[in-house]
C-alpha cells in the first residue's frame, strides 16, 4: 500500500482535459513540494514536474500542477496519444526521511 | 547532457549479493542528493535509498534496512548501492535518480 493515494486509473479522449489527483498527509505533501512522474510503457520514469507546479525544459505546458494542503493534482489538457503512461506523484517524507510514491495512475486516450 | 547509467544489475540466488552503480555525467553530481528506486515486475515506484550530496547521511527504506547500503564517490561521480542477504521480493528494476533526472535502470533478478 502506496502512502500518497493516487487513482489507479484514468482516461479521456483526445483533445479532452484530464486530472490526476495525490492525497498524502503532513509529513510529506504537507510540508515538502510534490513531483509528478511520467513513465511511458517499457521506459524508465521522467520527470514531469517539480516544486508542485514547475515544469523542467521541454515539457510541454500542456501539463500543469497544483497543490493545495496535503493534496496535489497533476492536470493535462489538449490530451494526445502520446500522453498514455503511467504517472506517479512523489514527495519527501519527513517522518520516513525519504521519498514516497503514488501507486502510480494509467491513463488511457481513448 | 545529463546521464545517470545503472549497472551490475543480474540474476543472483537468494540470500546472495550484488553492488550496483550508477554513473553521473552532464551535472553537477556532488551537489545532489542521490537516490535509488525500485520497480517489481507489473508494479509501481518504490524508493529505496538515498544519500545526501556529501554522503553525510543515508537513509533506507524499512524493507531494506540493515542489507542494502548506499554510498557515493564525488571524485568518481559514482552512486552505489551494495545489497546483502537477497530475497526474492527483491527482484526489480533499480533506478538511480535525483530530484531532476533518472538512469534507464538495472535489472536484479533473485531466483533459484
Known amino acids: 500500500q502506496s502512502v500518497l493515494t493516487q487513482p489507479p486509473s484514468a482516461s479521456g479522449t483526445p483533445g479532452q482535459r484530464v486530472t490526476i489527483s495525490c492525497s498524502g498527509s503532513s509529513s510529506n505533501i504537507g510540508r515538502n513540494t510534490v513531483y509528478w512522474h511520467q513513465q511511458l510503457p517499457g521506459t524508465a520514469p521522467k520527470l514531469l514536474i517539480h516544486s508542485n507546479n514547475q515544469r523542467p525544459s521541454g515539457v510541454p505546458d500542456r501539463f500543469s500542477g497544483s497543490k493545495s494542503g496535503t493534496s496535489a493534482s497533476l492536470a493535462i489538457s489538449g490530451l494526445l496519444s502520446e500522453d498514455e503512461a503511467d504517472y506517479y506523484c512523489?514527495?519527501?517524507?519527513?517522518?520516513?526521511?525519504?521519498?514516497?510514491f503514488g501507486g502510480g495512475t494509467k491513463l488511457t486516450v481513448l | 547532457q545529463v546521464q545517470l547509467v545503472e549497472s551490475g544489475g543480474g540474476v543472483v540466488q537468494p540470500g546472495g549479493s550484488l553492488r550496483l552503480s550508477c554513473a553521473a555525467s552532464g551535472f553537477t553530481f556532488s551537489y545532489y542528493g542521490m537516490h535509488w528506486v525500485r520497480q517489481a515486475p507489473g508494479k509501481g515506484l518504490e524508493w529505496v535509498a538515498f544519500?545526501?550530496?556529501?554522503?553525510?547521511?543515508?537513509y533506507h527504506s524499512d524493507s531494506v534496512k540493515g542489507r542494502f547500503s548506499i554510498s557515493r564517490d564525488n571524485s568518481k561521480n559514482t552512486l552505489s548501492l551494495q545489497m546483502n542477504s537477497l530475497r526474492a521480493e527483491d527482484t526489480a528494476i533499480y533506478y538511480c535518480?535525483?530530484?531532476?533526472?533518472w538512469g534507464q535502470g538495472t535489472l536484479v533478478t533473485v531466483s533459484s
Open positions: 544519500i545526501r550530496f556529501d554522503g553525510s547521511n543515508k
Open positions: 535518480a535525483n530530484s531532476d533526472y
Open positions: 512523489a514527495a519527501w517524507d519527513d517522518s520516513l526521511n525519504g521519498w514516497v
